[in-house]
């Protein structure tokens, strides 16, 4: 029984003097990047993380002031669409340390899509990166949350 009392009192303790997990910090919100261009809004969708532009600056197109479109797609099908409401991040789960990976994100200025994480470096700051093959090459923003 002393044993038994003796292994229990270990496990407690070795439990109790583990630190407490991190809080995961979550990329759900309004965020808006350096240039300030547009806002964008991560949200849940089914069990990954989307991304959707939800203010533009410049909504319309100087040369026709109508609304910027999603011309540059290279499915021709999808260049009238509108920028502004355009889902242009998919596919992120959870893959630890405040890290969401394996997304996509595409960039409407070029018609290109790129594989992406986001990572979150504060409640209020994150790190989105989007590379070609190894996320060693790429290019990261910070983003700030608006809201």
């Given at each position: ?9 270990a ?19 309004v ?16 069990d ?41 991040m998919?596919?992120?789960s959870?893959?630890?340390?405040n890290?969401?990976?394996n ?23 994150m ?21």
């Open positions: 029984m002393h044993k038994y009392f003796v292994f229990l009192l496990l407690w303790l070795g439990v109790a003097a583990r630190p407490a997990q991190a809080q995961t910090l979550s990329p759900l919100g965020w808006t990047n350096a240039e300030k261009k547009a806002t964008f809004e991560i949200y849940k969708c089914g990954k993380f989307c991304g959707k532009i939800v203010t533009l600056t410049v909504p319309n197109d100087p040369k026709t002031g109508k609304p910027k479109l999603d011309s540059e797609n290279p499915d021709p099908k999808l260049r009238t669409r509108p920028r502004l409401g355009l889902d242009f998919q596919g992120f959870y893959d630890g340390d890290k969401w990976d997304g996509k994100i595409y960039d409407p200025e070029t018609g290109k899509t790129y594989s992406c994480y986001m990572k979150m470096e504060s409640a209020n700051m790190e989105v990166k989007g590379y070609i093959g190894f996320s060693l090459i790429g290019k990261s923003q910070t983003w700030t949350r608006v809201k």
